[in-house]
């Protein structure tokens, strides 16, 4: 049953610095861009943050009734070390670290963060577009933005030239004068404004990345690629740009001037999550106080991170430790726990419906729900479950529940939990239990239908045969003794 489109969703727009109705610019459509991860190492929980927080957001949208274009780009050049205008490029020196190609590094980096969104249960983009795939397109417009009279070549480099700006800085609300970028002597000489940014850098001899341009040999500086590729896939006007707090200034900033000193109007409403903190502190590569998704993997159940993540509101910080994660495992297992109660109770259960317990159920719901369309409140909305798990724990420990009820119920939890929190999807661990499970259970089967055969009680191993028929198993008699499969 598809919905129509909730007109009641309201965000926090960092722009207007303060909660608004979301209206979209296509009725019942939402395009969002989120500023993605640069691919030359492998992805910590603080990342995991930012994308757990998104996705909850994007999953929102389609519960609330509207289609989602979701996309996110992957960086793949210009980014260069300290997030500076000049130096080396982190993926470059990234591969000659690992004496691999820039794009060998790139790839490899792409596809541990793509398994690691896939155990996290983030769904992919619909677009995941690469900063190197889409060179012409920042040609484009640094092209526009010089014709314009806002960027200016100098040495082969293009920059930015934020005088001719003075919106510059209105996202983050810094002033012109606040502003201080670019302290290497170099890069000053070349700019007119220490505050001026990279479009284009010339590539020095033994930069490996490297394109043709206008003004020469160069690479794409590390802003522009997402002006160039979220106008491409969203369009003009389009609805909501998400990042982290820390690239409000100078990236987020870049990216608004870029665009509209070029003439496009950009982001309708601006989005940023808060840090994830260990010891108080961001967590960063640069920094080296990080833990990576795989790491966190190996030791947790992946749904139990997503738990964690969601247990504080994307705006607020969430601080890492072993604590929190022995509170989100509690937490996770009582509500897990009473859904597989729930499905188990279902067959079996008498027909018909327990009229008041599906209106306490649809009372969490719609708490669940309010929580979401108040600027995606997941901590309310996680008590909102807990709060459905009580009076389910409640009515299944009275007696028989209602099967219509049990219904109710199971269908709120998959719904709420499962497809806008992102939860309950069956943990590798699980699985992999699961399998182990019934390998040891077949194995006692096989051997009891073999004593049968041996003492001659041939209708009772056929019995045995058939019941596994009956649930898709079946039974092969080879040489090496009795075998099963799906
Ligand atoms: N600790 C964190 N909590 C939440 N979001 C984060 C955290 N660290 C990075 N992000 C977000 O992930 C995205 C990519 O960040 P980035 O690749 O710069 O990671 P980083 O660890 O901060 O790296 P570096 O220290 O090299 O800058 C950004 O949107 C950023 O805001
Ligand atoms: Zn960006």
Redesign the pocket.
């Known amino acids: 049953m598809t919905r129509e489109p909730d007109p009641n969703i309201v965000l926090y727009d960092t722009m207007q610095r303060q909660k608004v109705v979301f209206t979209p610019s296509t009725p019942g459509r939402v395009g969002m861009y989120l500023?993605g991860?640069?691919v030359y190492s492998d992805a910590?929980l603080?990342?995991a943050?930012?994308e757990v927080a998104f996705d909850v957001i994007r999953r929102a949208f389609l519960h609330f009734g509207y289609a989602v274009r979701y996309v996110a780009n992957i960086t793949d050049v210009g980014h260069l070390q300290n997030?500076a205008d000049d130096g080396e490029d982190k993926i470059a020196r990234r591969a000659a670290l690992e004496q691999l190609e820039p794009m060998e590094v790139a790839d490899k980096y792409f596809w541990s963060f793509v398994k690691d969104m896939d155990a996290l249960n983030v769904l992919k983009p619909s677009i995941n577009p690469r900063a190197t795939g889409h060179i012409t397109e920042q040609i484009e417009l640094i092209s526009e933005l010089i014709d314009r009279g806002h960027a200016y070549e100098s040495q082969g480099s293009v920059y930015f030239d934020v005088r001719s700006w003075p919106q510059y800085g209105k996202l983050s609300g810094r002033k012109l004068d606040d502003q201080e970028e670019g302290t290497r002597e170099e890069v000053r000489s070349e700019k007119r404004d220490p505050r001026d940014f990279a479009l284009w850098k010339r590539a020095e001899a033994g930069h490996i990345m490297r394109w043709d341009s206008p003004w020469g040999v160069g690479f794409p500086g590390w802003h522009i690629e997402c002006s160039a590729m979220s106008l491409k896939y969203l369009g003009e006007g389009f609805d909501i740009h998400g990042?982290?707090?820390?690239?409000q200034f100078p990236h987020h900033e870049a990216e608004i001037a870029q665009a509209e000193a070029a003439g496009h109007a950009f982001a309708r409403y601006w989005m940023h999550?808060n840090?994830?903190t260990i010891g108080g502190e961001?967590?960063?590569?640069?920094?080296g106080n990080?833990t990576t998704i795989a790491d966190v993997l190996a030791e947790h159940d992946p749904m139990v991170v997503r738990f964690l993540l969601v247990g504080s509101h994307y705006r607020s910080v969430t601080e890492f430790s072993e604590e929190a994660f022995e509170g989100a495992r509690n937490g996770y297992r009582r509500l897990s726990e009473t859904l597989h109660e729930i499905t188990r109770r279902l067959s079996g259960a008498p027909a018909g419906h327990d009229a008041a317990l599906d209106g306490r159920v649809a009372e969490h719901v719609r708490a669940f729900e309010d929580a979401m369309r108040d600027d995606f409140n997941t901590p309310r909305a996680v008590a909102a479950l807990f709060g459905l798990t009580t009076e389910l724990n409640a009515a299944l420990n009275a007696g028989p529940v209602a099967r219509g009820s049990l219904e109710l119920a199971q269908a709120a939890y998959l719904n709420l939990g499962g497809g806008v929190l992102g939860l309950f999807m069956d943990s590798p661990k699980e699985r992999q239990d699961d399998t182990q499970v019934v390998s040891a259970l077949m194995e006692l089967v096989l051997k009891a239908r073999q004593n049968y055969r041996l003492s001659k009680q041939y209708a009772e191993a056929d019995e045995l045969r058939q019941t596994l028929l009956d649930v898709g198993l079946t039974v092969e008699d080879t040489k090496d003794g009795p075998r099963w499969k799906r």
Not at 243 to 247: F, I, N, T
Not at 282 to 287: E, F, G, I, R, T
């Open positions: 500023c991860p640069t910590h603080g990342h943050k930012k997030d990042g982290g707090l820390d690239l999550n840090m994830l961001k967590m960063s590569k640069s920094k990080f």
